[in-house]
């Protein structure tokens, strides 16, 4: 589909960008940023490039009392012969439609809002860092922007989309961290908004993730809200575990995220003869098949990182030590497999890259 080129409002000063080993995760954006209002009268109007600026609002808007927003994550990558590829770009427009639904939010038209991205990252291409690992994350998000206390969803809204250049997650190599699976807090509870990318399932996380960290894990794994028994995700990633050959990671029950890395994680291994199933997998099924030897790989899914390996998982005090710590074949495959297609250097079989021209 050819969408109209969007208005564009160039930044009259353009920053200085940061050298690519400084950049970190989310800490620098780019010039411009993409802007789209609705309104229940007019619907989705006005796409425009405008300079990276503060947005205006009422302190009523609905945003800062009710919560009521979406985001999505993404990447741009630069490949070699310096052409930048989206992996996938058109399943996070559809899941942004699928948490907005969640949230009583209007639908955007995915196609367009995809084109307009992408004539953003084309003003930006020069903020697309070429150093490995590197990448442009791109931020969109919605918020509810009528000023009203009443407690309805909002009839105004604002579709903003940022750039941020982002560094390599695995400076030093690729290390297995250890886990706690967290017993008193939850994530999210089937029929909530777990399956959504919406801020209060975030910042519901903070005190479990920080008091996980003083602990000395680098993040925790969610049990299902319900029956503290079933495996759900690891901090803001979904999870797999190998078993005696064979792959399982839970099923999308409501809670979880349905993530984009997971959904081509699962592909991929069948594509590769290495079967996978999605179901409910208790965290006792997993300490007893580590006593039975048969535990062979742990790895976390998500844009930032990939492919995250997990080297030790403790449950009840219990600690539960996986493939000595290091990263296993199969996780491994995968994550070089994974970014070498999101980064050209793979040819990509599957047809999940876009170029940005
Ligand atoms: C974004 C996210 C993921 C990973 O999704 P990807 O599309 O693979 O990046 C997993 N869990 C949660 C809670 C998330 O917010």
Not at 103 to 127: A, F, G, H, R, T
Request: hydrophobic share 40%.
């Amino acid at each position: 589909m050819s969408a109209t080129l969007v208005e564009i409002v160039k930044a009259s000063n353009l920053k200085l960008k940061p050298e690519d080993d400084k950049l970190g995760f989310g800490r620098y954006f780019t010039d411009h940023m993409l802007v789209m209002d609705y309104s229940i009268e007019t619907g989705w109007t006005g796409p425009r490039i405008t300079p990276y600026e503060p947005i205006a609002l009422d302190p009523a808007a609905v945003i800062f009392h009710y919560g009521q927003t979406a985001f999505e994550g993404m990447k741009a990558y630069r490949t070699e012969d310096n052409r930048i590829l989206l992996f996938r770009p058109e399943k996070n427009f559809s899941r942004l439609n699928a948490s907005s639904e969640r949230l009583s939010m209007p639908p955007i038209n995915e196609e367009e809002v995809l084109e307009y991205v992408k004539q953003l990252i084309s003003v930006e291409k020069d903020w697309v860092p070429t150093s490995k690992g590197t990448s442009l994350y791109i931020r969109p998000f919605i918020i509810a922007t009528e000023s009203f206390l009443g407690l309805a969803a909002s009839k105004q809204y604002k579709l903003v989309v940022i750039l941020s250049p982002v560094g390599s997650y695995y400076t030093n190599g690729i290390q297995p961290v250890n886990i706690k699976v967290e017993e008193h807090y939850t994530r999210a509870v089937r029929g909530g908004t777990g399956m959504a990318k919406t801020a209060g399932n975030y910042c519901a996380t903070f005190n479990a993730q920080t008091k996980a960290i003083n602990e000395g894990f680098s993040q925790v794994l969610w049990l299902d809200a319900i029956e503290k028994k079933y495996v759900e995700e690891v901090g803001t990633s979904n999870v797999f575990f190998k078993i005696n050959g064979e792959v399982h990671t839970p099923e999308l029950s409501g809670s979880i995220l349905p993530g984009i890395t997971r959904m081509s994680v699962i592909e991929m291994l069948r594509s590769w003869g290495i079967p996978v199933s999605e179901r409910r997998i208790s965290i006792e099924e997993i300490y007893q098949s580590y006593e039975e030897g048969l535990l062979e790989e742990v790895f976390s899914t998500g844009t930032a990182a990939v492919i995250s390996p997990i080297g030790e998982l403790e449950w009840q005090g219990r600690k539960i030590v996986i493939n000595n710590k290091s990263i296993g074949a199969v996780s491994e495959k995968l994550y070089d497999t994974l970014t070498g297609i999101q980064t050209g250097k793979i040819a990509d079989t599957f047809n999940w890259t876009t170029e940005v021209n």
